[in-house]
């Protein structure tokens, strides 16, 4: 029978040695996925998150093997009526490097100044740890109030490539009314929120070829077209003097922000000289007739990551190159198709390649689809109501600038919307050193989880008997 | 008493063994300038050439210690009356690497299908031992028909940091009427000419500053300005559609070819299909309304060398990095100063700087001005006069695209002109593996020298008696 939320609450509530005793035992397993050195680390993970769910005899648990790194999955169906709640999160990390960087070992759960610090704590094991705990207490109690999927991957940071997969495969026992995630965090930490969008991607590389070997610039410049500069026309034919990408039918799908979205971003606390300050540029810039959280979650973009030619170490040397690449990823907003996107780029940087020159487009094989929650979805007004009694602040609805493709995989496999439900925020240094966790978002995500699923439960009982 | 030129020939025409055996001896040495490892290896060279000069009597030697590499002085004033010639040559030779592409070990002469093989064999130690083994059989002889200097440096291939400073202090001791110069190298292997034209040269550095650190480009892409946009703005913003410098003063002090010397041009054998094949460029590109010739040796040009930013690895990171760099060349010809054409270039590049990124321009110390022997020295028509006796053939004057900034130098602190007068050939594969030399073109040069030195004598003898 169901668990009496209070009484889980606070069995919650007594077990924060424990629990931060279990956090420190998953963060200190090397779960590094990219790294085949780690290979047996992330299998360890695997098996540390398997034993812990395979103690709560109500769970149907198993391990998914892939031709890489393994899943766990877990089930359990004992809330008839209730609804039926898929439960995201990844086990793996991100290298520790630079290594000399961490004021203390990435891999032991360190606390300094009211912090966790540990390789992987914010991204994504406390926060994937949580639902976890929260499900042991219901078991303790009773038994949860929806029926459970619980899934964690192990591949996460390497692009999940065998989750797609996985989750059509699965889609019977994966049938659910909504994803939880507990991969994505909020967006700032003195605010509670929920991203309700992300962004897709595709991605491109190109390159300039010319002279079939370096030649010498006195000798030879002048007289053949240095691809350098062939590289440089067509990436600066990519935008327009107002920032727009410059590319025919790039914006094709994009729908013009509504009045309401826009005064939803404008209502936002959002201090731009302080988050220019944070990330050390000297102005704004971006698409003409958008405001910066405009330019970051509604519009799409097109971004160079990466350019090289030619002779890049000290002092001069005077060669004109044979060659010269970049790299390019485009985000995506509203009904942009990334294969479509990617056609268009690649048609438009084949027509600015100037004469005396070749260019080769490589495509990348990946590519994502924005996704947007419905402003209408009833978990999400479950979730705020939640969060507000969490934190006794008025939750905002923020958007992402970067993509997260298993929420297309999810919708399109199961016909289910995501809802991040995740207590690390954006700036907890993930992928990078220091990475942390805040111990009062630790014990807030164990309170709102236990409440969120409630709340679910008690919404859609009142539905049906509406 | 004047040594008689036939003997002279005939005595050089006898030694092919010794001479072949000298120059073994002396490409064995790794003189390597720009390698510390071979500060010892430089030094023995130098030690090599002294004894050799030394072991002529007549001549007054002298080892020039520098803050790093010796160069060596020779002078003889015996022949009153008679003009004063500079032989100008460097001992000193590129790193050999890659070793492996080597065909033959690079510091033994190895003689393949009619080729001398070694490092440095063609830049530039056979062509400098040429007039030592001249001077060497006019002594044996009687005394050489000109007033010599010989100036051998070991720098050159570091920039000849030295050399000014050297030439400047002892401008007295190497007064002399003409420079001629065992260092550059002729145009084509089946046909000789003079190379009476070298562009000067200026170097800048440009790097753009956007974000104090890299930003994931998903959560930032869009708001900010990308260094990498912005370089490519700015690099784009160099050339105009026609392939001119947009950078205003750009062409000050260049002056229009004179109809003439465009016709020489038209009239030189060059084949630009044949060029384009061998440097592997799908077609030739450059500035409007001149031919590729033109664009190498008349025009002045601005080359990016290197430009970098960003992520470089395989596949894709999703990064928006920090800044971006571009290293930059510009080739000079006429009256351009070097000083003011990176001014110049500096003024546009921070100009063309867009909004959101900040810029930095680095200048080279050092410049060189372009440098042009007149059309109607005395000197050309003595060097041709020389080469269709040796070759049998009408010797071209062609221009040089790259740069030797020791022209000026000799210009300003002796007044004297340079001649290139170097039996190398252009494409001998100097700074590359498998470099190598055509003994028939050593036999040639060692006859042009003592036929140029002869007829020097005897022109200004001429000059005088008119």
Same mark, same amino acid.
């Given at each position: 029978?169901?668990?009496?939320?209070?009484?889980?609450?606070?069995?919650?509530?007594?077990?924060?040695?424990?629990?931060?005793?279990?956090?420190?035992?998953?963060?200190?397993i090397?779960? !590094?996925?990219?790294?085949?050195?780690?290979?047996?680390?992330?299998?360890?993970?695997?098996?540390?998150?398997?034993?812990?769910?395979?103690?709560?005899?109500?769970?149907?648990?198993?391990?998914?093997?892939?031709d890489? +790194?393994?899943?766990?999955?877990?089930?359990?169906?004992?809330?008839?009526?209730?609804?039926?709640?898929?439960?995201?999160?990844?086990?793996?990390?991100q290298?520790?490097?630079?290594?000399?960087?961490?004021?203390?070992?990435?891999?032991?759960?360190?606390?300094?100044?009211?912090?966790?610090?540990?390789?992987? !704590?914010?991204?994504?094991?406390?926060?994937?740890?949580?639902?976890?705990?929260?499900?042991?207490?219901?078991?303790?109690?009773?038994?949860?109030?929806?029926?459970?999927?619980?899934?964690f991957?192990?591949?996460?940071?390497?692009?999940?490539?065998?989750?797609?997969?996985?989750?059509?495969?699965?889609?019977?026992?994966?049938?659910?009314?909504?994803?939880?995630?507990?991969?994505?965090?909020?967006?700032?930490?003195?605010?509670?929120?929920?991203?309700?969008?992300?962004?897709?991607?595709?991605?491109?590389?190109?390159?300039?070829?010319?002279?079939?070997?370096?030649?010498?610039?006195?000798?030879?410049?002048?007289?053949?077209?240095?691809?350098?500069?062939?590289?440089?026309?067509?990436v600066?034919?990519?935008?327009?003097?107002?920032?727009?990408?410059?590319?025919?039918?790039?914006?094709?799908?994009?729908?013009?922000?509504s009045?309401?979205?826009?005064?939803?971003?404008?209502?936002?606390?959002?201090?731009?000289?302080?988050?220019?300050?944070?990330?050390?540029?000297?102005?704004?810039?971006?698409?003409?007739?958008?405001?910066?959280?405009?330019?970051?979650?509604?519009?799409?973009?097109?971004?160079v990551?990466?350019?090289?030619?030619?002779y890049?170490?000290?002092?001069?040397?005077? !060669?004109?190159?044979?060659?010269?690449?970049?790299?390019?990823?485009?985000?995506?907003?509203d009904?942009?198709?990334?294969?479509?996107?990617?056609?268009?780029?690649?048609?438009?940087?084949?027509?600015?390649?100037?004469?005396?020159?070749?260019?080769?487009?490589?495509?990348?094989?990946?590519?994502?689809?924005?996704?947007?929650?419905?402003?209408?979805?009833?978990?999400?007004?479950?979730?705020?109501?939640?969060?507000?009694?969490?934190?006794?602040?008025?939750?905002?609805?923020v958007?992402?600038?970067?993509?997260?493709?298993?929420?297309?995989?999810?919708?399109?496999?199961?016909?289910?919307?995501?809802?991040?439900?995740?207590?690390?925020?954006?700036?907890?240094?993930i +992928?990078?050193?220091?990475?942390?966790?805040?111990p009062?978002?630790?014990?807030?995500?164990?309170?709102?989880?236990?409440?969120?699923?409630?709340?679910?439960?008690?919404?859609?009982?009142?539905?049906?008997?509406?």
């Amino acid at each position: 029978m169901g668990a009496n939320l209070d009484a889980v609450l606070d069995d919650l509530q007594g077990r924060e040695a424990e629990h931060r005793a279990a956090l420190a035992e998953f963060v200190a397993i090397p779960s !590094v996925s990219t790294d085949p050195a780690h290979a047996d680390d992330v299998r360890r993970a695997a098996a540390w998150i398997e034993a812990r769910l395979r103690a709560v005899p109500q769970l149907d648990v198993e391990r998914v093997e892939t031709d890489r +790194h393994p899943a766990v999955l877990a089930r359990w169906d004992g809330a008839p009526g209730a609804p039926t709640v898929l439960v995201y999160g990844h086990m793996d990390v991100q290298p520790p490097d630079p290594l000399e960087a961490w004021d203390s070992p990435p891999f032991e759960l360190t606390e300094r100044d009211g912090r966790w610090y540990a390789r992987g !704590v914010s991204d994504d094991k406390a926060s994937m740890l949580i639902p976890i705990l929260v499900a042991e207490a219901f078991f303790r109690h009773g038994t949860p109030p929806v029926n459970l999927r619980l899934l964690f991957e192990a591949e996460e940071e390497i692009g999940s490539p065998h989750l797609p997969h996985l989750v059509r495969q699965r889609a019977d026992d994966l049938a659910c009314d909504v994803v939880l995630s507990a991969d994505g965090g909020m967006w700032r930490a003195d605010l509670p929120g929920l991203t309700t969008s992300a962004r897709g991607m595709t991605a491109l590389e190109l390159r300039v070829r010319g002279p079939s070997k370096d030649l010498h610039s006195g000798r030879h410049g002048g007289a053949v077209q240095n691809p350098l500069h062939a590289l440089a026309t067509i990436v600066a034919s990519l935008h327009d003097d107002d920032g727009r990408v410059a590319v025919d039918g790039f914006y094709d799908g994009v729908h013009d922000p509504s009045d309401e979205r826009l005064a939803q971003l404008a209502a936002l606390p959002f201090d731009e000289d302080a988050y220019l300050s944070a990330v050390g540029a000297p102005a704004a810039y971006g698409e003409a007739g958008y405001g910066t959280l405009a330019r970051q979650w509604l519009r799409p973009t097109l971004e160079v990551n990466g350019v090289g030619g030619g002779y890049q170490g000290p002092g001069s040397k005077t !060669v004109l190159p044979s060659d010269a690449f970049a790299k390019i990823t485009c985000r995506l907003v509203d009904d942009q198709e990334p294969a479509q996107v990617a056609d268009a780029v690649a048609s438009h940087l084949h027509r600015a390649c100037p004469v005396g020159v070749t260019i080769d487009v490589l495509r990348s094989e990946r590519g994502a689809q924005a996704y947007v929650m419905p402003d209408d979805h009833p978990v999400l007004a479950a979730a705020e109501s939640v969060l507000r009694e969490v934190f006794d602040a008025e939750p905002v609805r923020v958007g992402m600038g970067g993509s997260v493709p298993i929420t297309a995989t999810f919708k399109e496999a199961l016909g289910a919307d995501t809802l991040f439900f995740s207590f690390s925020t954006a700036d907890e240094d993930i +992928h990078a050193p220091n990475e942390f966790y805040r111990p009062e978002r630790f014990r807030a995500g164990l309170s709102a989880w236990a409440r969120l699923w409630t709340r679910l439960a008690h919404d859609a009982h009142e539905r049906t008997e509406a």
